[in-house]
Nanobody
Framework: QVHLVESGGGLVQAGGSLRLSCAAS????????VGWFRQAPGKEREFVAA????????SYGEFVKGRWTISRDDARSTVYLQMNTLQLEDTAVYYC????????????????WGQGTQVTVSS
């Protein structure tokens, strides 16, 4: 069983930055691929970024456009999403998710989910 807890959300002005954290409690996280997804009101949950178990492979949604970086610190069992140049349309609840082994952009492939953290970008 894998338990995920997100943190780091909040209110930020457009152009600002936030760093989200996803802390995993599991016997081992080294074989977990972790993804970030987001869901805005009235919209479907969409893929944001993912990182492979080794950290050597990452993947990003097209809208990220080089603004954000996903990384992991297995010693802390934590995956981070550094979000820079935030825009109004980035307002959403951000979820982290985990699955064993292979990285994926599909939310249906992820087994474990956190409760989400709200990110609100103001003008």
């Amino acid at each position: 069983q894998v338990h995920l807890v997100e943190s780091g959300g909040g209110l930020v002005q457009a152009g600002g930055s936030l760093r989200l954290s996803c802390a995993a409690s599991a016997r081992t996280v080294t074989n977990l691929a972790v993804g970030w997804f987001r869901q805005a009101p009235g919209k479907e949950r969409e893929f944001v970024a993912a990182i492979s178990p080794t950290g050597r492979t990452t993947s990003y949604g097209e809208f990220v456009k080089g603004r954000w970086t996903i990384s992991r610190d297995d010693a802390r069992s934590t995956v981070y999403l550094q979000m820079n140049t935030l825009q109004l349309e980035d307002t959403a609840v951000y979820y982290c998710a985990a699955r064993y082994f292979a990285i994926s952009q599909s939310r249906d492939d992820y087994t474990y989910w956190g409760q989400g953290t709200q990110v609100t970008v103001s003008s």
